[in-house]
């Protein structure tokens, strides 16, 4: 039976997962999805495919610039190389110049094998998803009109919908993607036995982009076919925002998804945030933020609900900080210690 909330959600619901939702759901696995400070430590713990000498040559790379592997951070690694490619375009190194634009591919790929690798089960020689049981209760419980909003690249949201009742691949992203016919999307569609009429009651906005997504000529982006290939010196390109100071929001289709976000978020009755922490490098999702909440503040379009699911007791206070004003006199806040302890509560939602 689908689990429900004991909480009261008024409707309509944004729930926002981040990275730490992934490392949750999936903390059974060998090597669970890392969250940012963990990156590179669990890179290093990978195998097969080719995997382990990428990250050797990517973890070479972090110890020539800071002598350390511990503490450093993939946002903080990949903004140094973007910012030194940028100086090195304009003003060429004389004596012992680094290819910092061939160590921003090697890590790129990097990250794209590193969520592979930890959102995947080796079967027969191929990486098969699996998906996350507090994930699937969550799901399950959502009201239809619901949104879900993520900046994780990995697919678990996808792979982690028991049925098609509330999702599919079709039109469930808020856009109709290229691709449905292709190896992903089919075999999802089939498992989940979804008739051609079926249409999504919930969507799903990933606004730094998917494993699971390619570029399109028209700068759109299409479902790859097989989003969890790896394979000895074979590198893949992927539609994502990449953890640096240029995300490129301003270009379509990630200009429709944070226009969307925004406008879900300042019309939503019920915020859940879970796993995520608003890191202070990631300006573009703080200002998101800020912007709906000065605005909710200055209509008294108050949240009747924010509830928070995070280890971490400052995280959760730096959420109740900045979203007090959207609160104002009657909104309830509510805490969780984790991912797996906001799943199990069950009642139906308003």
């Known amino acids: 039976m689908p689990h429900r ?14 990275a730490g939702a992934s490392r949750g759901g999936l903390a059974g696995q060998p090597i669970p999805p890392p969250v940012d400070s963990e990156f590179f430590t669990v890179a290093a713990r990978l195998t097969g495919h080719g ?11 972090v110890w020539d610039l800071y002598d350390r592997i511990e503490g450093v951070t993939l946002e903080q690694y990949y903004r140094e190389l973007e910012t030194r490619a940028s100086i090195a375009s304009i003003a060429k190194s004389v004596g012992k110049p680094k290819d910092w634009a061939r160590r921003i591919v090697d890590l790129e790929e990097l990250i794209r094998r590193v969520y592979v690798h930890t959102t995947t089960e080796e079967k027969k020689g191929h990486r098969v998803p699996v998906s996350s049981g507090p994930h699937q ?13 993520t900046f994780n690249y990995d697919m678990l949201i996808e792979e982690s919908f028991r049925t098609a009742t509330l999702w ?12 449905i016919t292709h190896d992903w999307a089919r075999g999802w569609l089939r498992r989940h036995n979804v ?25 759109q982006v299409k479902l790859k076919a097989r989003p969890y290939y790896v394979s000895q010196g074979r590198f893949e390109s992927v539609s994502v925002l ?5 995300k490129r929001i301003h270009v379509n289709p990630y200009r429709q998804f944070w226009r969307e976000a925004r406008l879900r978020l300042q019309g939503c009755k019920s915020l859940l945030i879970v796993g995520y922490s608003l890191p ?4 573009l999702a703080r200002a998101l933020f800020s912007e709906v909440v000065r605005l909710r503040h200055a209509q008294e379009a108050y949240l009747s609900l924010l509830v928070l699911a995070d280890p971490a007791t400052t995280v959760r206070e730096r959420f109740v900080k900045l979203l007090t004003p959207a609160l104002g006199p009657i909104g ?19």
């Open 5 to 18: 909330f004991s909480l009261k959600l008024a409707t309509p619901v944004v729930i926002i997962f981040g």
């Open 51 to 61: 995997t382990p000498a990428l990250s050797k040559r990517v973890l070479r790379s």
């Open 137 to 149: 209760a969550i799901l399950d419980a959502l009201p239809e009109g619901s949104t879900i909003l």
């Open 168 to 179: 599919n691949p079709r039109d469930g992203f808020a856009i109709r993607l290229p691709g």
């Open 195 to 219: 008739p051609r009429t079926a249409t999504s009651k919930v969507h799903l906005l990933k606004l730094h982009g998917s494993l699971g997504w390619a570029s399109y000529p028209n700068r």
């Open 242 to 246: 990449a953890p640096g100071l240029n």
């Open 280 to 283: 202070d490098t990631d300006l």
């Open 332 to 350: 309830r806040v509510v805490h969780f210690e984790s991912l797996e302890k906001l799943a199990p509560f069950s009642a139906p939602h308003d």
